[in-house]
T-cell receptor, first 113, second 110 residues
Framework: EPEVTQTPSHQVTQMGQEVILRCVPI?????FYWYRQILGQKVEFLVS????????KSEIFDDQFSVERPDGSNFTLKIRSTKLEDSAMYFC???????????FGSGTRLTVV | TQLLEQSPQFLSIQEGENLTVYCNSS?????LQWYRQEPGEGPVLLVT?????EVKKLKRLTFQFGDARKDSSLHITAAQPGDTGLYLC??????????FGTGTRLTIIP
């Protein structure tokens, strides 16, 4: 069964450093997403991406965040200057349509120290 | 801001029993999904429902979407220890953003 692949699985970074989280969505999917889950809390929407541009973003997705699809297969989330409160599981997801079933990756656990 | 409430938050039952968990919203869903999430993993899609009154079955799991498309239930028949996990409902409200509930943590006791 096709999978969404995320790397790395764990990332520890110092506060103020930049991190790039990587995702390979399912190949025939057109919509791409980043979600995050702070420990013990709900899964929260960050951003959706379609046709090489952001289609929707949440209030969490401020200027320190950016997304990119640098080639035909990768989808990245960059956090420019990490804060302690950015520590969370970050999930990439993709879907063929803009709503309905999404396939999530296994996540990257980001720890900011 | 749309909110999804799931109940109960925790449920612990004996193997072989039946159970129902619920998902409610004050807003109308354009589509609703149920996911299961294991510790340290991403949510795994179980089902998507889009039509009011829709019922879908997945082996011993029965998913129902309310007629008004504001609520949904997940019923498990003859629960097994392998059903243990966190069950999440999540919905679209006319856009791509998926709003998640806080989940029901289910434990099946052998």
């Amino acid at each position: 069964e096709p999978e969404v692949t995320q790397t790395p699985s764990h990332q520890v970074t110092q506060m103020g450093q930049e991190v790039i989280l990587r995702c390979v969505p399912i190949s025939n999917h057109l919509y791409f997403y980043w979600y995050r889950q702070i420990l013990g809390q709900k899964v929260e929407f960050l951003v959706s991406f379609y046709n090489n541009e952001i289609s929707e973003k949440s209030e969490i997705f401020d200027d320190q965040f950016s997304v990119e699809r640098p080639d035909g297969s990768n989808f990245t989330l960059k956090i420019r200057s990490t804060k302690l409160e950015d520590s969370a599981m970050y999930f990439c997801a993709s879907s063929r349509r803009g709503s309905g079933g999404y396939t999530f990756g296994s996540g990257t656990r980001l720890t900011v120290v | 801001t749309q909110l999804l409430e799931q109940s109960p938050q925790f449920l612990s039952i004996q193997e072989g029993e039946n159970l129902t968990v619920y998902c409610n919203s004050s807003s109308v869903f354009s589509s609703l999904q149920w996911y299961r999430q294991e510790p340290g993993e991403g949510p795994v899609l179980l089902v998507t429902v889009v039509t009011g009154g829709e019922v879908k079955k997945l082996k011993r799991l029965t998913f129902q979407f309310g007629d008004a498309r504001k609520d949904s239930s997940l019923h498990i028949t003859a629960a097994q220890p392998g059903d243990t996990g966190l069950y999440l409902c999540a919905g679209n409200f006319g856009n791509e953003k998926l709003t998640f509930g806080t989940g029901t943590r289910l434990t099946i006791i052998p």
